[in-house]
């Protein structure tokens, strides 16, 4: 049996959603590892745009921040911050966008921003950055986050970035051009949205139960008629995550 | 005319209490020196404006510099919560107005090209245009939708860390690029500072690398490591070891007034403070070479 820490499970499953040929809005941390693990098995033609304005990075070492130096040196161009948001996001240019957030709803709406009252912040969180327009103009988005019910409430207490709105029919309405969270990988399985746009548990990992997921989740999770299990992380995955992307192991050793 | 003064004087003559400053740079190239002559030079009530307030103005609103700060994403990149804003919001002590990035950047490019406004596509998050009546929501003429727009940030003084300028202030960045022109452009008062001070005819060898022309900028000063502990592509790395550091000065205010004490105001200048750091800081952020191949701009 081959063991592994949650975040390099998180990874792992994140990177196999990516697609070859995919252009990725990439953030730092897992997103950053799954992508580049992605690229050494499956997507080698996987196109890593940061949003400090680097298109085709190609990090020599492991980025430590989403403006690191690393991602310019080899990189195949730099623009602009405005040109990054309008030529390639708005524009239609990325087909997959990561986000996280303090809170994930039922509809995969997301807090970024504040818990409380938003003029009277009892907890202040960092804000949108860019993933208010991530959300609404990549074709495909990915959450990456750790199962826990403080995080999965029914409604979130700030929507900073829209999924579903309150139904897949409300998004549908706005008419934005990204078809909103397609995925949201936990350390216990995957949720993907029903054709109501709800955030139903349709995988599991290895050695992971129903229950596990149903008490850490805030609304009242549905099963999908399809469940499956998630294959384990593989001996190559994992190789190429600890020898080669985090040899220090800054984002994959466990604890959360 | 030559523009080149210290950056002591430059701050002294071109900030002025309660002004509107963006320091720009995005990760890359902040003006980590001028945010300490402000402080030094106890400059008070400002309007801090940066898409990521990152720790430069983390400090300067622990020095008492602020009255309010404009932000898009108010973080420690790769490390966290930037724990002085965020508590001195938390406890009402400081005024703010947020935006998402491609909003804040939109407000930015409305104030350098002149324009009323810029308009965005909707993003359906809502809360953020609720909450900030700078949003508002206008009918597209032409297609009947609806767009939304942001009115023009427009700066009293913009500080834009460079690689190389000459004496007049035109000025050629590489690597991230942000949003450096845009907030010159926007601003009314320019400071320049460089890592170089190069002749014009070194400029004149690659025009399309100068993003700033001189004819904008106010003042230009030669601060070499200004950016420390964020960076100057191809001077040297960013101080990623700091930025964990800050961290853990930022949980304690004791920490931050001995930190202000050492570093900000035990110090003249930024020469002072590089000296300061010390051989192992030196080494740890030499960077290697990687030079771009050269082009041919033609002789015509």
């Keep these: 049996m081959i063991e592994y820490t949650s975040p390099e499970l998180l990874t792992i499953n994140a990177a196999r959603l990516l697609r070859d040929g995919d252009v990725v809005f990439v953030g730092v941390g897992l997103p950053n590892l799954a992508c580049n693990l992605a690229r050494r098995t499956h997507a080698p033609n996987l196109v890593m745009i940061y949003e400090a304005g680097v298109i085709g990075a190609q990090p020599a070492r492991l980025p430590l921040s989403i403006g690191d130096p690393t991602l310019v040196s080899g990189a195949l161009s730099v623009c602009s911050m405005y040109d990054i948001f309008a030529l390639y996001l708005q524009r239609g240019n990325i087909d997959v966008g990561f986000l996280g957030g303090a809170q994930i709803d039922r509809f995969g709406n997301i807090n970024a921003t504040v818990i409380g009252e938003y003029a009277r912040p009892k907890v202040r969180l960092p804000g949108s950055g860019g993933s208010m327009e991530i959300a609404a103009w990549a074709n495909r988005c990915y959450i990456i986050t750790p199962h826990q019910k403080r995080r999965f409430p029914e409604r979130v207490d700030f929507r900073t970035s829209a999924g579903f709105l309150s139904h897949r029919s409300e998004r549908e309405a706005a008419r934005l051009r990204g078809s909103g969270p397609q995925a949201v990988v936990t350390d216990i399985g995957i949720l993907e949205p029903d054709e109501n746009g709800e955030l139903i548990l349709t995988a599991l990992h290895p050695g992971r139960t129903v229950e596990e997921a149903k008490e850490n989740t805030g609304w009242e999770l549905k099963i999908s008629d399809s469940l499956r299990f998630t294959d384990p992380p593989s001996e190559k995955e994992l190789k190429i995550l600890r020898q080669e992307l985090d040899p220090n192991r800054i984002y994959l050793k466990g604890g959360e | ?300």
């Design chain 2, 1 to 300: 005319m030559s523009k080149l003064m210290t950056l002591s004087e430059a701050i002294d003559r071109y900030v002025q209490d309660g002004d509107l400053v963006y320091a720009a740079g995005f990760t890359h190239l902040i003006p980590f020196a001028a945010g300490h002559e402000i402080i030094r030079q106890h400059k008070k009530n400002l309007i801090l404006a940066r898409a990521t307030p990152d720790l430069i103005y983390d400090q300067m609103v622990a020095a008492g510099c602020a009255k309010k700060v404009i932000f898009s994403y108010m973080g420690n990149p790769g490390v966290g919560s930037l724990r002085i804003v965020r508590a001195e919001i938390e406890a009402g002590n400081l005024e703010w107005e947020e935006y998402s990035h491609f909003s804040m950047i939109s407000r930015l490019q409305a104030g350098a090209s002149g324009l009323p406004f810029m308009p965005m596509n909707p993003t359906a998050a809502g809360d953020l245009e609720r909450v900030n009546a700078n949003y508002r929501q206008v009918i597209d003429p032409y297609s009947g939708g609806v767009v939304v727009v942001v009115p023009p940030l427009k700066p009293d003084v913009a500080i834009v860390h460079v690689q190389r300028c000459d004496v007049e202030g035109n000025a050629q960045i590489w690597g991230i690029i942000g949003e450096q022109k845009e907030a010159a452009f926007a601003a009314d008062r320019v400071i320049i500072t460089a890592e170089e001070i190069v002749d014009e005819s070194v400029i004149r060898s690659d025009p399309n690398r100068t993003l700033i022309p001189a004819f904008i900028v106010d003042a230009v000063c030669h601060v070499p490591y200004c950016a420390h502990p964020s960076y100057t592509q191809g001077y040297y790395d960013r101080d990623n070891e700091f930025y964990l550091q800050w961290d853990e000065i930022s949980k304690s205010r004791e920490k931050v007034q001995a930190y202000l004490e050492e570093w900000v105001f035990g110090v003249a200048d930024r020469a002072a403070y590089w000296e300061k750091l010390g051989d192992e800081v030196h080494r740890r952020l030499q960077v290697g070479e990687r030079f771009s191949s050269p082009v041919n701009y033609g002789l015509y």
